[in-house]
């Protein structure tokens, strides 16, 4: 009887330095996820210009008028609106990815003003010139392109043609918000993920080689305890399915097939989804984020190709 009771209590022991750990484990992974640094603009800038991406001297000439939006979430968000040269209400709004700024939306941001449209760049929570002190991988950066389109159409006309371009995380929340507002003209998806939980858990494998089980989990009912959601909610897939495919609003899917930061398969899981009007483009060399500096003149003769068949908008 007392060898028995010895290795309950080993057993009891083990169980409870694993939870232990994967509680610890836990809290590392959100507080690393959502505690992002902010670098500001000069590193970005930097690193831009360094790939190729940005001619910062374009950028300082352009007129720009700038605004601060208040967020649900009690912080600013700041952006600017670049203006077309000939006069439009024809706008995109672009969404940048986690960790970055408005400063990475430039590149794209020229792209669609030679192309006759008026573009809004903004800094997520956390990022660049706004507040906050977390940045929530979409869940509630989706309230905030929430404004910022609100500020777009206040300022160009309640109808407006509006369209979105997002990159990785803001790829994702452009495409979740789609449930939201049924009269955005097109999107342009960018290397999004298709469900937090999933990527969450990719991160934790690929990058730091935690295991899913438990620590996933874990994570996201402290998510629930803490923030108010659990990561599964924040789901672009599951929104698309629920929506019809969002059967009515034209969408570019773009992916490089090397990523490894939001696994490729994310685009074909979500192109599938996608019902009506559609446009998948995979580049097979290019890492995440990298398809227009991988091949800029192959990503403009996509987007080209894209806008072309978008009757009421072009």
């Known amino acids: 009887m007392s060898a028995f009771i010895t290795i309950l209590w080993i057993l009891l022991y083990a169980l409870l330095i694993l939870f232990t750990c994967t509680f610890i484990l836990s809290v590392v992974a959100l507080r690393v996820t959502f505690r992002k640094e902010n670098k500001g603009y000069d590193n970005r800038i930097y690193v831009e210009t360094m790939n190729g991406n940005l001619d910062y001297s374009w950028y300082e000439k352009l007129p720009k008028e700038t605004f601060q939006l208040k967020s649900k979430h009690q912080y600013h968000i700041y952006g600017e609106i670049l203006r077309n040269d000939v006069q439009t209400d024809k706008t995109v709004v672009i969404?940048?990815?986690?960790?970055a700024n408005l400063i990475v939306s430039l590149k794209y941001a020229r792209i669609f003003l030679e192309r006759g449209f008026n573009v809004i760049v903004?800094?997520?929570?956390?990022?660049?010139?706004?507040?906050?002190?977390?940045?929530?991988?979409?869940?509630?950066?989706?309230?905030?392109?929430?404004s910022v389109i609100a500020k777009a159409r206040s300022v160009f006309g309640e109808n407006a043609p509006i369209g979105l371009h997002g990159e990785s995380m803001g790829c994702a929340t452009v495409t979740k918000y789609l449930e939201r507002d049924p009269n955005i003209k097109f999107v342009v998806a960018d290397c999004g993920f298709s469900n937090l939980f999933e990527q969450f858990a990719f991160t934790l494998g690929s990058k730091y080689h935690i295991?899913?089980?438990?620590?996933?989990?874990?994570?996201?009912?402290?998510?629930?305890?803490?923030?108010?959601?659990?990561?599964?909610?924040?789901?672009?897939?599951?929104?698309?399915?629920n929506a019809d495919g969002y059967s009515n609003i034209p969408m570019l899917f773009i992916h490089g097939e090397l990523d490894d930061v939001v696994p490729c398969s994310c685009v074909y899981e979500l192109y599938n989804a996608k019902k009506g009007s559609k446009q998948?483009?995979?580049?097979?060399?290019?890492?995440?984020a990298r398809c227009v500096l991988k091949d800029k003149d192959r990503y403009l003769a996509d987007i080209d190709s894209f806008l072309a068949?978008?009757?009421n908008i072009c």
């Open 95 to 99: 969404m940048h990815g986690y960790g």
């Open 280 to 288: 998948l483009a995979v580049y097979p060399q290019a890492h995440h």
């Open 309 to 311: 068949g978008i009757d």
């Open 122 to 146: 903004f800094d997520n929570t956390n990022c660049g010139k706004s507040g906050g002190r977390r940045t929530f991988m979409g869940f509630k950066e989706i309230d905030d392109l929430t």
């Open 211 to 241: 295991p899913r089980i438990p620590v996933t989990y874990f994570s996201s009912l402290l998510c629930k305890i803490r923030f108010g959601f659990f990561l599964s909610e924040f789901s672009p897939l599951e929104a698309m399915q």
